[in-house]
């Protein structure tokens, strides 16, 4: 067999490109490239996605009907039926057999060789006396091979790698480089928390002796997880614990004058939150607070008095949306508010004309208020005395983005708003040190958006209804599904299409927005739609947040069922808005269980609260309401929601060693400062934070 693996690898580490592996060439290398993994360090960190408990093997004429069984036998008999392109092995064990079948698997064939010993581990079938297993896992000995028993890892693919394959590498690499790694944990604080030695957990999330060893190998890899995001957090929201920050002045004028110049009382809500926003801008700490408050809740309100209470204190504020769109349509809503108050608002979302004056506007400090997208935190903005920034629909924004915005003044009191519910100890620790407010409640009259699940078949009644709604002089929305492929290009592609068709239909004037446009024409569109010369706008998911247009009554979701629950929330949250009864159709004929119950959930809840939870139960935690735009896909093993427990450890552990080593400058500390300085730089946590 010439020289095994084992010896060709000496003198390698855990640095080292897989491609030094014998056996690795070109294409594997590519295709494990394509999973993140370059050096062996980065293979040890692929994780299997479940193991198999391949413990038992169970005798052949044992075997029951739909149970998942590992059994192993001689290869009997290779059939390849190329017609159909089915592959059977027969396998026996004395005098009883099994049947394995492969579907379009031809290269699986070249891989049974009569006379070999097979294991194969997957769900029997039993009709008749011959038990057959689709598609099981299978290994095919070699001679004098034993069978990888016990937890077997089952890890992810990616292109032609084998689960063969990859088990065996990693059978040779785990234990090989695995010990190599030094473990960043200080023995003090791993001793205390009483966790697992990283080296160990990492060997045994690959091939854990038993499920004990498995979650103990999880809780300390998970921790790990947990540590290294809440460090680089905590670092990069380090402030000068001397720097001044500033006094606003939420009592001025301009904060009364606009008080009384809005035509409604503030909800109960708004009134404890605003209170508590106040606290903060008199302080002379700098604040940082998360505005958490459903769609609809009135966090624009709050906005604009937390802005005022800047300029009535001589500084400047500004405010930052996800979109162009949104910003634009925030920005006309402000002027609205501020004109009236004798307050210039500035617009920046990148090229605009107007821009070059806007920024000298700023500098000099003529221009009190700006709205924009991330074109506020580009480097050429300078402000005069920035004192409030407000960022909204925090969910598209990452914690870098608003730590480089604070960073343009003397770090300015910050406002986050969001309409997604995360947990607390989540929010803290994505954030870093975030105070939480709540909006509780809506204003008052809001009627409940009658919501109404449709098929296909009976989508003439949502549209007969945004007929009658046009003719009432009211408005409405229709949400063009997303249809897979390019999503964006596609679901462009749905929406001209159904306008199209749509105003070939008389009585009603049709408008499109997608982002595709141009932002001259969206926000043409909009406006016509806002002054209601237009009476429906077909729409991409670009209207998703933000936008406001208290007479639109209806909105017709197409394909609803493609949508997550955060995004069906956000976009009925487009209507309801004003005092009138309000619609909003699902249309869609649901092709699974949970989509099933995703639509269901939306009929039956109007909170979004409660929506999340719902989403929690449905899902489970990782993909629930917002994770994804809150970054938090960027883990491996942790289950945010799942592991609050060791999330509140990691961030307490987080929390001390800053504070005894702002810096993490001591020598215990350096394995540490790496891992922050990489998950900064790129890395896992660059995920999570942009
Ligand atoms: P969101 O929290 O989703 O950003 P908005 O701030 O856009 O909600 O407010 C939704 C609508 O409710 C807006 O039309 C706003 O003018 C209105 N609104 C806000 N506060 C109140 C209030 N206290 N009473 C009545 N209407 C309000
Ligand atoms: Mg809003």
């Not at 095994?4 to 490239?33: F, M, N, Y």
């Not at 290869?75 to 190329?82: F, G, T």
């Not at 700006?370 to 903005?381: E, H, N, S, W, Y």
């Not at 007969?464 to 997303?482: N, S, W």
Request: proline residues 6%; hydrophobic residues 40%; aromatic residues 6%.
């Amino acid at each position: 067999m010439g020289k095994g693996p084992a010896e060709q690898g000496l003198g390698l580490g855990p640095a080292d490109l897989v491609t030094k592996w014998p056996g690795i060439g070109h294409t594997r290398s590519q295709e494990l490239e394509n999973m993140g993994v370059r050096t062996f360090e980065d293979l040890l960190g692929l994780w299997p996605r479940r193991h198999e408990d391949r413990s038992v093997i169970t005798p052949l004429r044992m075997l029951q009907d739909g149970e998942m069984a590992t059994v192993q036998g001689e290869i009997y008999q290779v059939r390849y039926d190329a017609g159909k392109k089915i592959l059977r092995v027969q396998i026996m064990e004395g005098m009883d057999s099994l049947t394995a079948i492969f579907f379009h698997a031809a290269w699986i064939r070249r891989q049974f060789r009569e006379g070999y010993v097979a294991v194969l581990s997957g769900k029997v079938e039993k009709r008749g006396k011959q038990p057959n297993m689709v598609h099981p896992e299978f290994q095919v000995l070699a001679a004098g091979e034993r069978p990888v028993l016990g937890l077997v890892p089952i890890y992810p693919l990616s292109g032609s790698l084998k689960q063969n394959f990859l088990q065996r590498l990693m059978r040779e690499v785990v234990p090989r480089f695995a010990p190599q790694l030094p473990d960043p944990l200080p023995e003090s604080i791993r001793e205390r928390e009483g966790l697992a030695n990283r080296s160990l957990a990492i060997v045994h999330q690959h091939f854990p002796p038993n499920w004990l060893s498995w979650e103990e190998s999880r809780k300390r890899l998970v921790f790990d997880e947990f540590l290294r995001m809440a460090l680089s957090v905590l670092i990069m929201h380090q402030t000068d614990p001397n720097a001044p920050g500033m006094v606003q002045n939420p009592d001025g004028p301009l904060v009364k004058k606009f008080l009384d110049s809005l035509p409604f009382p503030l909800t109960p809500g708004q009134i404890h939150v605003w209170k508590e926003i106040k606290e903060d801008l008199k302080s002379a700490n700098p604040m940082a607070r998360l505005l958490q408050g459903d769609v609809g809740s009135g966090k624009t309100i709050i906005a604009i008095l937390t802005m005022l209470a800047a300029v009535d204190a001589g500084f400047q504020a500004a405010f930052m949306a996800p979109t162009e769109l949104l910003a634009e349509q925030q920005w006309l809503v402000l002027q609205n508010f501020l004109h009236p108050l004798g307050i210039n608002t500035a617009f920046l979302a990148g090229k605009d004309r107007s821009a070059g004056e806007y920024r000298t506007a700023l500098k000099e400090g003529t221009i009190p208020i700006v709205v924009g997208t991330q074109a506020l935190i580009a480097d050429r903005v300078e402000f005069k005395r920035l004192g409030v920034v407000v960022v909204d629909e925090q969910h598209r924004f990452g914690v870098k983005q608003r730590a480089r915005l604070s960073q343009k003044g003397e770090y300015p009191d910050m406002l986050v708003m969001t309409a997604t519910p995360i947990p607390r100890t989540l929010a803290l620790t994505v954030y870093g040190d975030l105070q939480v407010s709540r909006i509780v409640g809506l204003p008052p009259g809001r009627k409940l958006v009658e919501t109404v699940h449709l098929t296909h078949r009976e989508r003439r009644i949502a549209y007969e209804k945004v007929m009658t709604t046009v003719k009432q002089g009211d408005q409405a929305y229709v949400v063009c599904p997303l249809v897979g492929g390019d999503e964006e290009d596609t679901q462009v592609k749905a929406a001209v299409d159904l306008a199209e068709g749509m105003k070939k239909v008389p009585g009603w004037r049709i408008g499109l927005l997608h982002g595709k446009m141009p932002s001259k024409e969206k926000t043409l569109v909009m406006d016509q739609f806002r002054r209601k010369a237009l009476d429906v706008l077909v729409a991409t998911t670009i209207i998703e947040v933000g936008v406001d247009v208290p007479s639109a009554t209806v909105i017709v979701i197409e394909e609803a069922d493609r949508f997550g629950l955060a995004q069906l929330h956000q976009l009925r949250g487009r209507v309801g808005r004003g005092d009138k009864a309000a619609t909003c159709f699902l249309i869609a004929d649901p092709k699974t269980d949970q989509a099933r119950e995703r639509l269901e959930a939306m009929v039956r809840h109007q909170d979004g609260f409660k929506l999340a939870e719902e989403d929690l139960k449905l899902r489970g935690p990782g993909e629930v309401l917002g994770m994804r735009q809150h970054g938090l896909t960027g883990f491996q093993l942790a289950n945010p929601l799942k592991d609050l427990d060791l999330l509140k450890r990691a961030r307490m552990t987080a929390r001390d060693i800053i504070q005894k080593d702002p810096q993490l400058m001591s020598s215990e500390h350096q394995l540490l400062r790496q891992w922050v300085r990489d998950a900064l730089e790129e890395g896992i946590p660059a995920q999570v934070l942009h």
